[in-house]
């Protein structure tokens, strides 16, 4: 079992070095799952097996020391040396084989039903959310509510609320669902979006913005050419606003995806996009508008691909004072 536990080991590392390097996608909710299933293995096999075989073999011990100090008292022999506890203990330790798997089951475990159910870390890696988010923001998901979801799968099992205009939320690239997304919910099921000459209309009518200061790009991982001051604006979507950027030397127009599912929803002119979002799906924007890739190209975003609302941000490494709620 030890040779077996330190192949599953080498493996592990294998593919998590090939994941890091980009050598092969890899999937962190599947990988937790798996681990959570074998290290509940070994823990049934060390409470079930092992422990009580340890067990034995220690109460073995014991009978053995037990009997021969008796034949040596019938022979009125009353001092006996040999002392057993070292040798017990040593029957009744964990071998590192058992300590590495079924020691880590409950702390993997209560990882699993954390990020499974209630909350899932995610960092911040472009810059489509700013001013919103920034690169390297850590991140809070609320996984449970917009309803409870089977683990790997996504299926929705319980409902609970349904996304709202102004939602910021992770779901799952529909292009390629092994890679998690962030935006703004901009339209719902039934609803009309408009993006033209960079304005946002929702149903035929404008949406409410109002000029602010100009945001200055500290990094300059807006556009990629260096620091500058930008457009930005205060915009109105559902019940709070929220903050938005715009480039006015950006084109309107939008170049999108040669294929997506309800493409033909979706009418594209020199102006920009206007699409009708179809039923159990979302139409997702950045608030970085002229540098986010968003529904606007690849099209809508279905309810099974919801991941959860985020809602906190807990850390950034490259800036201290960023931490606390953004909705």
Same mark, same amino acid.
């Given at each position: 079992?030890?040779?077996?536990?330190?192949?599953?080991?080498?493996?592990?590392?294998?593919?998590?070095?090939?994941?890091?390097?980009?050598?092969w996608?890899? #999937?962190?909710?599947?990988?937790?799952?798996?681990l *959570?299933?074998?290290?509940?293995?070994?823990?049934?096999?060390? /409470?079930?097996?092992?422990?009580?075989? /340890?067990?034995?073999a220690? =109460?073995?011990?014991? %009978?053995?020391?037990?009997?021969?100090?008796?034949?040596?008292a019938?022979?009125?022999?009353?001092? $006996?040396?040999?002392?057993?506890?070292?040798?017990?203990?040593?029957?009744l330790?964990? &071998?590192?084989?058992?300590?590495? *798997?079924?020691?880590?089951? &409950?702390?993997?475990?209560? $990882?699993f039903?954390? =990020?499974?159910?209630?909350?899932?870390?995610?960092?911040?890696?472009?810059?489509?959310?700013? !001013?919103?988010?920034?690169?390297?923001?850590?991140?809070?998901?609320?996984?449970?509510?917009?309803?409870? @979801?089977? !683990?790997v799968?996504?299926?929705k099992?319980?409902p609970?609320?349904?996304?709202?205009?102004?939602?910021?939320?992770?779901? =799952?690239? &529909?292009?390629?669902? *092994?890679?998690?997304?962030?935006?703004?919910?901009?339209? $719902?099921?039934?609803?009309?979006v408009?993006?033209?000459?960079?304005?946002?209309?929702?149903?035929?009518?404008?949406?409410?913005?109002?000029?602010?200061?100009e945001?200055?790009?500290?990094?300059?991982?807006?556009?990629?050419?260096?620091?500058?001051?930008?457009?930005? +604006?205060?915009?109105?979507?559902?019940?709070?606003?929220?903050?938005i950027?715009?480039?006015?030397? @950006?084109?309107?127009?939008?170049?999108?995806?040669?294929?997506? &599912?309800?493409?033909?929803?979706?009418?594209?002119?020199?102006?920009?996009?206007?699409?009708?979002?179809?039923?159990?799906?979302?139409?997702?924007?950045?608030? #970085?508008?002229?540098?986010?890739?968003?529904? @606007?190209?690849?099209?809508?975003?279905?309810?099974?691909?919801?991941?959860?609302? %985020?809602?906190?941000?807990w850390?950034?490494f490259? #800036?201290?004072? /960023? +931490?606390?709620?953004?909705?």
């Amino acid at each position: 079992m030890g040779a077996l536990t330190g192949v599953l080991y080498g493996c592990l590392v294998v593919f998590l070095g090939g994941w890091y390097l980009g050598k092969w996608p890899g #999937n962190f909710s599947f990988l937790l799952f798996i681990l *959570t299933v074998v290290t509940l293995v070994y823990w049934l096999a060390e /409470r079930f097996r092992f422990a009580p075989a /340890r067990q034995a073999a220690a =109460r073995n011990l014991e %009978a053995q020391d037990a009997a021969r100090r008796q034949q040596l008292a019938d022979k009125g022999i009353a001092k $006996v040396d040999g002392d057993i506890s070292s040798a017990r203990e040593a029957l009744l330790a964990q &071998p590192w084989w058992l300590d590495w *798997t079924a020691g880590l089951f &409950p702390v993997i475990l209560v $990882v699993f039903l954390l =990020r499974s159910f209630l909350f899932e870390p995610f960092k911040i890696p472009s810059a489509s959310m700013v !001013p919103t988010l920034l690169i390297g923001d850590l991140i809070l998901v609320n996984k449970y509510h917009y309803g409870i @979801r089977l !683990p790997v799968i996504n299926k929705k099992i319980i409902p609970l609320n349904e996304p709202q205009r102004g939602d910021v939320m992770v779901f =799952r690239y &529909p292009a390629n669902p *092994t890679i998690d997304y962030i935006k703004r919910v901009v339209g $719902v099921p039934g609803d009309e979006v408009a993006y033209l000459n960079q304005k946002l209309y929702l149903n035929g009518k404008p949406v409410p913005t109002q000029t602010l200061p100009e945001f200055y790009d500290e990094d300059g991982t807006q556009a990629g050419d260096g620091m500058r001051y930008r457009a930005q +604006f205060s915009e109105k979507l559902g019940e709070k606003d929220h903050r938005i950027l715009v480039d006015p030397k @950006r084109p309107s127009y939008v170049v999108p995806h040669a294929t997506f &599912p309800y493409k033909e929803n979706c009418r594209y002119s020199a102006e920009g996009i206007t699409c009708k979002v179809p039923a159990g799906h979302y139409f997702m924007m950045g608030d #970085n508008r002229d540098y986010s890739e968003d529904s @606007r190209f690849w099209g809508f975003v279905p309810d099974e691909n919801i991941v959860g609302k %985020a809602f906190f941000i807990w850390m950034n490494f490259g #800036n201290f004072k /960023r +931490f606390g709620s953004f909705n």
